[in-house]
């Protein structure tokens, strides 16, 4: 018998997001898992927010709304938004009653900007890895260090030389500008859309662009991000990153796989001084790591686990939306690369857990 095509829009409903969400669904596990994490950041959130006034966002449910921007690759907040007005899984996830009113996309940046300067990004990151160590899902002796380089949210036209004014532009949205010829470097010129950019590339025969270096330390067991950060694009950039990652971690002897552009005489020397003994890929006639380092098994298996870091920057720059940056200014940019950083611990964990 065909049913009846009835129109119920006007009739209540008595099931609550809760109940519409199936109980194997992926994310329930990331929702314990962030909760915990923002339980115990509570005390952080109280010292950023002001006694008194007209309550704002719940920090928890900006949090929330941030993360499944990265896992769902979601373009832009004004997109996040108007996602939270119809999708129920998203409002069960952020904490938002089937009645709840969705914030305008501006008030929900100028409520993230706060939890920007409250450095939240680093502590929820901190708080993951925490809980990955807790499960005993990190390796404590075997490293591999990386970068990757992240286009910036400007263009070449913007990068122009310092101090100049130039003659007003034939059309404001999209001006004429003839730079061919020109000899442009980061000592002369400078983004005017986002300053703190750096013209940079990664490799001969590749353009170069105005862009950032995302650095990352995994450990080897599974592939879990331990530490992260951003810096300028500058030549050394990758390497005096990688040098910070490793000094952050606690003193014990470690290994720390890398590729060859980490093989230099300074480098090496740096790691040794650390107590980190390289693993770095050698270079052509260079002898910076001899058979006292090479000669050993670990080394061998160094250099196959260290590929797994590709898989990382893949899954932040293909799923957490870092292919081309969505926002200005170093500080921005490394709360972006971090929060993409702890999801990506999260569905990872989510998958060992599962698996276990």
């Given amino acids: 018998m065909r049913g009846d095509d ?40 109280e010292a950023i927010y002001a006694t008194t006034g007209r309550p704002s966002i719940p920090p ?49 940046s100028k409520n993230r900007d706060r939890l920007l300067e409250g450095d939240i990004a680093r502590a929820f990151f901190e708080d993951v890895v925490t809980q990955a160590r807790g499960r005993r899902l990190l390796s404590a002796e075997h490293f591999t260090i990386d970068g990757t380089l992240l286009e910036a949210w400007a263009g070449q036209k913007s990068f122009k030389r310092k101090g100049s004014t130039g003659k007003p532009p034939d059309d404001p949205g999209n001006p004429t500008v003839n730079f061919h010829g020109e000899r442009r470097s980061n000592q002369t010129h400078q983004s005017t859309t986002d300053p703190d950019s750096r013209l940079f590339k990664k490799a001969k025969g590749h353009e170069a662009k105005l862009a950032y270096l995302g650095e990352v330390l995994m450990e080897n ?26 000094a952050g971690l606690p003193h014990r002897r470690v290994t720390i796989g890398g590729d060859k552009g980490y093989d230099t005489h300074g480098f090496v020397a740096t790691l040794r001084a650390l107590a980190a003994t390289p693993h770095l890929a050698q270079k052509k006639n260079r002898r910076t790591l001899d058979g006292r380092t090479t000669r050993h098994p670990g080394y061998a298996i160094s250099q196959r686990a260290r590929k797994r870091i590709e898989e990382v920057f893949g899954w932040m720059k293909t799923v957490g939306g870092l292919r081309k940056l969505r926002h200005r200014g170093g500080g921005r940019v490394n709360w972006q690369f971090l929060l993409a950083a702890a999801a990506y611990n999260l569905v990872r964990m989510r998958t060992l857990v599962a698996t276990a």
């Fill in 6 to 45: 009835e129109q119920s829009g006007h009739l209540f409903s008595y099931l609550s997001p809760e109940q519409r969400v199936p109980v194997d669904h992926p994310l329930r596990t990331i929702r314990t898992m962030t909760d915990d994490a923002l339980r115990r950041l509570s005390p952080r959130f």
């Fill in 60 to 108: 928890e449910h900006l949090l929330r709304a941030l993360l499944l921007q990265v896992l769902y690759s979601v373009r832009s907040e004004r997109m996040l938004m108007e996602q939270l007005q119809y999708n129920l899984l998203f409002r069960w996830f952020v904490g938002l009653g089937m009645d709840d009113a969705v914030w305008a996309p501006t008030t929900f």
């Fill in 221 to 246: 067991r599974h592939g879990l991000v331990v530490d992260a950060c951003v810096v300028p694009a500058t030549g050394t950039g990758e390497r005096e990153a990688a040098t910070s990652l490793v």
